[in-house]
């Protein structure tokens, strides 16, 4: 923690004394005696600042900043984020209640869905701090500040966001990792690549992130400091300054287990622990496995090439849709890296820069603080990308997200064509294949040709004849409220193939705004137990 601090910055406010509460304060005057016995605490005590109003040398506690540049953050987190952080709660809900399906449980797509987890949490975390004191402006007026307010700021922007990051560094190694062993070796892969295994990989990921992260919780005891203080700063010749300054902020210090362990040793460590472990050892993971998995595509694309010529043509589309998957993650990856290994970058050099003392240049003024504002915008920005990939590369994503998210839509056309049914209109819906028999007989010619409708009824258990309505069938109530039921059934996803009849399946296919779905590709291709299940797709 820095022992300058910038009396000009406006975080400080004026010398007026209009922030300070203490009322024995308000009226504080400096006197020579003071200010000398200010410097002297300063110069020789290593002090950290000199409280005028208690006339106390403070040696232990040191002044901390809640915000460093006022305009550039406050517009940053004040503005930007709260959008962006909204659209990535949009998007990653969406994910995760797509994937946990039953029909979507695979090993890639847990991993998914726990990553979309993890950056939920990066961006929901700091949310209520961020828009409590950026976005209401309660930074302009700090007589207000409280205790809370350092220990909000300080664990839900340094402490807990740092482990989900964490997290999802490690969940997408996982990823990456899972997916060559599938293309590598695929049959291992059966038995290692497994959902259970996904699951035990993914809480020992998020056991080790919090073992990490957790000194940084127990690093500094806080307090508010209220009053006037002599503190340095940088003089314009070179040197330095004293003055004397109004405030109301937050002052910490280091807690025992810090001092008994030595500041530069705890501090070292955990950086470094960080750095290594949790950015440039997954970023550099990740940068192998990408470039294996781009080689595997290409062998695969040549495999299935030569399964064309040997005219296997099922075999072909099980191996293009394995590359769809695995291109889709390379994608994710590719992104993943290209908006953190810059910050990677940045860490290393700034762990360097403090253990040995290099007084770089490139950590000083506001460049610092606007590199990593940028830097975190862009990762956030990135969680919502990912909902657009996996939208524009899984079929099956895709049409999951139609049936959770459009029912809607399904139910009115529903209503609508039974409701036209029952009162005797013409139904909209049309038999898709007229060659199916309809109760023992076979249409001969398409204005003949019964309705898909009364074929499904003349097949219903409960035996009702479809009245006639001007020489053509009508369906009873009975008969239209089974239907409904049925469609409804379909709709939602709940229909086992062997549940409803083939005639059904094609009646709502032929009727579907699309006339024309994709086939259903997973993710990938897994025969694990965990996705047994047999769903109807429309």
Partial sequence: MANHFFAADPYYGAPS????????CRN??????????????????????????QQKCERHYQITALMYHINLESFVYGTVFPILISLVVVANVFVVIVLSNRHMITPTNVVLKYMAIADLCVGLVPLPWTFYFHTMKNYEDLSNLQLWWCHMNKYSMDAIPPVCHNVAMWLTVLLAGQRYISIEYPVMSRSWCRVRNVRLATVAITVMS???????SFDYHWKVFDGWALVVQPSPTGGVSFRWIAL?????????????????????TYFWTRVLGFVILPSVLLIVLNVLLIRG????????????????????????????????????????????????????LLCVNNTFGLMMKLFEGVFPVAY????????????????????????????????LFCRTIAHNWITQTTMTTRFGGRSSIRRSDASIPLSGKTSKTDSEAPTATEGLLTRSQNGDVPRRYNGKPRLSASQSDSLLVELKRLADGKV????????SVQLVQQHDTHDNYDNVDNFENDDDDDNTNSTVYL
């Fill in 17 to 24: 004394g209009d922030a300070i509460m203490n009322e024995s």
């Fill in 28 to 53: 504080f005057t400096p006197t020579d005696w003071l200010r000398a016995e200010g410097e002297r605490c300063l110069k020789f005590k290593r002090g950290s600042y000199y409280d005028g109003c």
């Fill in 210 to 216: 919090l073992l990490c992260g957790l000194p940084k």
């Fill in 248 to 268: 109301r902020t937050c002052v910490a210090r280091l807690t025992p287990l810090v001092e008994s362990i030595g500041p530069n040793a705890f501090f070292n």
């Fill in 297 to 348: 595509i290409r062998r695969a694309q040549k495999r299935r090439r030569r399964l064309l010529r040997e005219k296997r043509q099922r075999e072909a589309q099980r191996q293009n849709e394995s590359n769809t998957t695995s291109l889709m993650l390379v994608v994710i990856v590719t992104i993943f890296l290209i908006v953190n290994l810059p910050q990677a970058v940045f860490m290393g």
């Fill in 372 to 403: 990593l504002l940028t830097n975190n915008m862009l990762v956030m920005a990135t969680y919502p990308i990912n909902f657009a990939i996996y939208c524009s590369m899984s079929s099956q994503f895709r049409e999951t997200f139609k049936s």
């Fill in 496 to 503: 086992e193939t062997q549940i409803f009849p083939a005639e």
